[in-house]
Nanobody, 123 residues
Framework: QVQLVESGGGSVQAGGSLRLSCAAS????????MGWFRQAPGKEREWVAF????????SYADSVKGRFTISRDDNKNMMYLQINNLNPEDTAMYYC????????????????WGQGTQVTVSS
C-alpha cells in the first residue's frame, strides 16, 4: 500500500499552465503503475493518464492528449502532471492513484488514492 498526497492545483486563466505533483510514501513506489484522474462537479470521475513502472509507457485520455504530460521520478517517489493550455472544461478535482496493474487504472480503479488537488480554470 502507498500513501499519496497531491499538490500544485490552483486557479488559473484559460491558456495557462499548472504542474500537479503526487508524493508517495509507504510501499515500494517503483513497483506501482501510477495514474491521474479528475472529477468535475456533477460528473463522474474520469481517467486522465497513466504511467507504467519505470516510466516506459504512458497513455492519455483523448480529451487531454497533446496538452497533458505525465511523468515520474522514482528516486523521489514523485509523479507529475504537466497541464498546458488549460481551458474551463479542465476544472475539476485531480486525484493520483496507484495500482500494480495499469489496466486497473485504465478501467477507472486503483488500490490507493490521494485526497485530490483542485484545479479551477476561468475564461
Amino acid at each position: 500500500q502507498v500513501q499519496l498526497v497531491e499538490s500544485g492545483g490552483g486557479s488559473v486563466q484559460a491558456g495557462g499552465s499548472l504542474r500537479l505533483s503526487c508524493a508517495a510514501s509507504g510501499d515500494t513506489y517503483s513497483n506501482y503503475c501510477m495514474g491521474w484522474f479528475r472529477q468535475a462537479p456533477g460528473k463522474e470521475r474520469e481517467w486522465v493518464a497513466f504511467i507504467s513502472t519505470g516510466g516506459s509507457h504512458t497513455s492519455y485520455a483523448d480529451s487531454v492528449k497533446g496538452r497533458f504530460t505525465i511523468s515520474r521520478d522514482d528516486n523521489k517517489n514523485m509523479m507529475y502532471l504537466q497541464i498546458n493550455n488549460l481551458n474551463p472544461e479542465d476544472t475539476a478535482m485531480y486525484y493520483c492513484a496507484a495500482d500494480f496493474f495499469c489496466v486497473t487504472l485504465l478501467g477507472g480503479g486503483g488500490s490507493d488514492w490521494g485526497q485530490g488537488t483542485q484545479v479551477t480554470v476561468s475564461s
